[in-house]
């Protein structure tokens, strides 16, 4: 109940605040590397938000091309969307930034080529690290193992606040196209115990990551 609680508050704090949040843009510098999050608007965000906890549910790498600046995001796949456009897309048009000091510019510079080595994977509607597709939190996180940077903590997806009907009835509606599942032969317990085993990266626990810093947020929160 307290966690049901905390989440409702969240939503709630979401809806308030809307000319503060909608002003945003005035960004400090960005660099490469840097990390972006937002609350998406897709189908599967309140599900990663009550999951979760965090108003977190996408997330994306900074690449600024000589003050062009795109996101770097896995979403229907890896790709490369411009600033604007990313942050229109979030709801409320919020977001946060993160800086990690530990990235050097030619750690930025190799973390960028590593992720455009993912150009075009699709993304990853199970969360799974076993697998050729990539979800939001996958991708910052394997760019920065790349270099040789740690970020975020993995965790069992069984770990999350997942007794709730929209986690379950997101579970319900993917399960019989998970390759892994099929593989096996599972049936529907089976799959679901199977997926709960699974670990997993989540946008905030990379936000909460004690050598990240935020420079910039429009969150009320």
């Not at 896995?74 to 456009?85: D, H, N, R, S, Y």
């Amino acid at each position: 109940m307290k966690k049901l609680m905390v989440i409702a508050a969240l939503f709630g704090c979401l809806i308030v605040g809307t000319v503060f949040a909608t002003a945003g843009g005035d960004y400090p510098p960005l660099k490469d590397g840097d990390l972006i999050f937002q609350t998406s608007t897709s189908s599967q965000s309140s599900a990663i938000i009550f999951a979760t906890g965090s108003a977190f549910s996408h997330m994306g790498i900074i690449k600024n091309d000589n003050g062009a600046i795109t996101v770097v995001e896995a979403a229907a796949k890896v790709k490369e969307t411009p600033l604007k456009e990313w942050v229109n897309r979030g709801l409320l048009r919020r977001v946060a930034i993160y800086r990690d000091p530990r990235l050097t510019p030619e750690k930025a510079r190799q973390l960028l080529s590593y992720s455009r080595t993912l150009y075009g994977k699709p993304y990853d509607l199970f969360f799974s690290f076993n697998n050729d597709a990539i979800y939001c939190s996958e991708l910052p996180y394997l760019a920065y193992k790349a270099v040789g940077l740690d970020i975020g903590q993995t965790q069992k997806i069984s770990a999350l606040n997942i007794d709730n009907m929209t986690v379950r009835k997101l579970i319900q509606s993917r399960w019989q196209r998970d390759s892994e599942c099929t593989e096996r032969g599972y049936d529907f317990d089976q799959c679901s115990q199977y997926i709960l085993n699974q670990s997993l990266v989540t946008p905030v626990s990379i936000a909460n990551d004690p050598n990240l810093n935020m420079i910039y947020s429009n969150y009320s929160l």
